[in-house]
């Protein structure tokens, strides 16, 4: 079975500062790892993923993350966030070929003028 | 479709009755999921369905739970004799094969709320 934990319930930042959204998982198998981002009003979308290979991932619109497996860890990052990345962001992982995701409890970021 | 459909949007019923969501997939894609959003829970794995394959059911919190897929495409998710607690928003997801695609694709959700 696996369990993330999204350390902070809530972030605010002010706009053009950096910001970093905690996450850790356990996993008693190999695991490929997600962030999911769900904007005011909208559904859930990918923001970025970790399935093999390369440890950093990159979004198109300057989010990262970096898997570390000794930590157990998945943390975003951004290093200038824009009010438009106001929204809320879940980790996610899956121990399977298929898409049985185990969410975090999800991180709401608010990013002021 | 452009997307994953989900309706109704919203449903407000009584307690101890049955309710029925239903999902649209996107054109093509084999898998489907259904999770659930509720306060205090998170996003919670209900069951998953695949091609021909015997669905997971595995998340279903309770035998009033059931979800269906007909020829492969739409699903529908039924509770019966609802309860307070069932209230949350229900979502439904699609992919072309499973996380090896490495994206599942949301649709907006289905509210219910049981008075």
């Known amino acids: 079975a696996q369990s993330v934990t999204q350390l902070d319930s809530q972030v605010p930042v002010f706009e053009e500062a950096p910001v970093e959204l905690r996450c850790n998982y356990s996993s008693s198998v190999s695991v490929y790892l997600f962030w999911y981002v769900q904007y005011p009003n909208q559904g859930l979308q990918l923001l970025l993923k970790y399935l093999s290979g390369s440890t950093l991932v990159e979004s198109i619109n300057g989010f990262e993350a970096e898997f570390n497996k000794s930590q157990t860890s998945f943390h975003l990052r951004k290093p200038s966030v824009h009010i438009s990345d106001t929204a809320e962001y879940f980790c996610?992982?899956?121990?399977?070929?298929?898409?049985?995701?185990?969410f975090g409890q999800g991180t709401i970021l608010t990013v002021h003028p | 479709g452009a997307g994953v459909s989900q309706s109704p949007s919203n449903k407000v019923t009584e307690k101890g009755k049955d309710v029925e969501l239903r999902c649209d997939p996107i054109s093509g894609h084999t898998a489907l999921y259904w999770y659930r959003q509720s306060l205090g829970q998170g996003l919670e794995f209900l069951i998953y369905?695949?091609?021909?394959?015997?669905?997971?059911k595995s998340g279903l919190p309770s035998d009033r739970f059931s979800a269906e897929r007909t020829g492969g495409s739409v699903s529908t998710l039924t509770i019966q004799r609802t309860q307070q607690e069932d209230s949350a928003v229900y979502l439904c997801a699609s992919s072309l094969e499973g996380v090896g695609t490495g994206e599942l694709f949301f649709g907006e959700g289905s509210r219910l709320t049981v008075l």
């Open positions: 996610a992982v899956s121990g399977t070929s298929y898409g049985k995701l185990t």
């Open positions: 369905f695949q091609g021909n394959s015997a669905p997971d």
